[in-house]
Structures are given as C-alpha cells and as structure tokens.
C-alpha cells in the first residue's frame, strides 16, 4: 500500500499527535508544583515541618551530655535542614520556637545532631520549600550551566 493512499492519510489524521499527549501530561505533573509555590505559607503551628534558612547556629534546650564537644551548648543546621516543631512561642515578630532536628545524622561537632532539641528565631526558618527553585537548582546541577 502506498503512503499516499487515501486509507493511509485517514488513518494519520485519525491518531492525536504525540506532542500534545505530552504536553498535556506536563501540564498535568506540574500544576501541583505551581499552585503549590503560589499558595501563602500560613503561621507555624506545634508539628509543622520547617527548614533552616541558610546555614543556621541553633542553641540546645537539653544540655549535652558531653560538654567537650559542644562547648558553647549550640550547634550548626545545614541550609535547608528539616525541623520538626515542638513549641511555638506564639505570633511575636521577634518570637522563637522550639524544634527537633531531622534528616540526614551527623554525629560531628559542631552540626546538630539528629533528635536534638534546638531554640531558634522565626527569622531562621521557613515554612516551606521553594519548589520551582529547587527544580531550577536540580535542573542546573543535572544539565551544567
């Protein structure tokens, strides 16, 4: 059969393009994303997960039971390191909260341990991530500049 028979061209006018299957499923896999940066943070309750803002120095609520290896009684959070909230001191612009490391364990001074229990500023954490710079970021990181 020839490619220019008319069955031919019926059956390729019939089949929906593969580039807009695609599309169609990008728009479908990054609307969440969008709307999701897009949305208000809201306020900091007791079981929020928040994130450092940049390398952070966090001060203990317990002290350590080896005072030779954290001398000052704080320690260091990774940029964007997870913190689960344990107390809020409540809507103060200058409040703080109370927070137990997650993430990745590291067992050196002066990076906070995991499960330690850490006094931070507001001003030092934030709500949630943000996803299109964090996607930019893999993407840079993946593909080089």
């Known amino acids: 059969m020839a490619p220019d028979s008319p069955n031919a061209q019926d059956q390729s006018q019939t089949e929906p393009p593969l580039w807009s299957i695609g599309m169609a499923m990008l728009i479908i896999l990054l609307a969440p994303l969008v709307l999701y940066s897009f949305a208000p943070a809201g306020p900091i309750r007791e079981g929020d997960t ?14 350590i039971a080896s005072h030779s290896l954290h001398p000052d ?65 893999t993407l840079v990181r993946w593909f080089g500049r």
């Open 50 to 63: 928040v994130f450092s803002d940049g390398q952070q120095r966090a001060q203990f609520i317990k002290a």
């Open 73 to 137: 009684e704080t320690c260091l959070l990774d940029p964007n390191s997870p913190l689960i909230v344990i107390e809020n001191s409540g809507g103060e612009p200058d409040g703080w909260i109370k927070a137990e490391v997650q993430g990745s364990p590291s067992a050196e001074w002066p990076f906070c341990p995991v499960h330690a229990e850490v006094r931070l500023s507001l001003h030092q954490v934030f709500q949630k991530p943000a996803v299109l710079g964090t996607v930019r970021d």
